[in-house]
């Protein structure tokens, strides 16, 4: 850990939960109030948005993305859980309270460093 000052990196992200890095050095953030990912380049604006929330599956599980939390990024895929937790004690306002099938979703990465090799 560094003893500097903190600094904003990045603002107006809805539910930032969850970081990773790609290849070509962009931040990828789990915007769960969003039901999508965002990307960042190195000054911190969103440059790329993926995913989002298409329903409820017959066996319960969510379709697309819903809370996405946590991230991963291995090679030319990104590794999100779709936490899908419901936020009110309300009963019938949120989607998340029909989830019965918990999943993680893999999306492809659209990366600058596969055109330069080609």
């Known amino acids: 850990m560094t003893t500097g000052e903190i600094v904003i990196f990045a603002e107006s992200i809805n539910g930032a939960d969850g970081l990773a890095m790609d290849d ?3 931040l990828w953030v789990a915007a769960n109030q969003a039901d999508a990912l965002k990307k960042l380049d190195g ?3 969103v ?3 993926i995913g989002s929330f298409k329903g409820i599956g017959k066996d319960g599980a969510p379709q697309g993305l819903l809370f996405p939390a946590s991230l991963v990024i ?3 895929f990104i590794y999100v859980t779709n936490l899908a937790l419901p936020l009110t004690s309300a ?3 949120e989607f998340e309270e029909d989830v019965s099938l ?3 979703s893999k999306l492809a990465l659209k ?3 596969d055109k330069k090799q080609r």
């Open 111 to 113: 990366l600058n460093s």
């Open 74 to 76: 291995t090679g030319k």
């Open 102 to 104: 918990y999943t993680v």
């Open 24 to 26: 070509d050095g962009c």
């Open 47 to 49: 440059i790329d948005s």
């Open 91 to 93: 009963v019938g306002d």
């Open 43 to 45: 000054y911190g604006r």
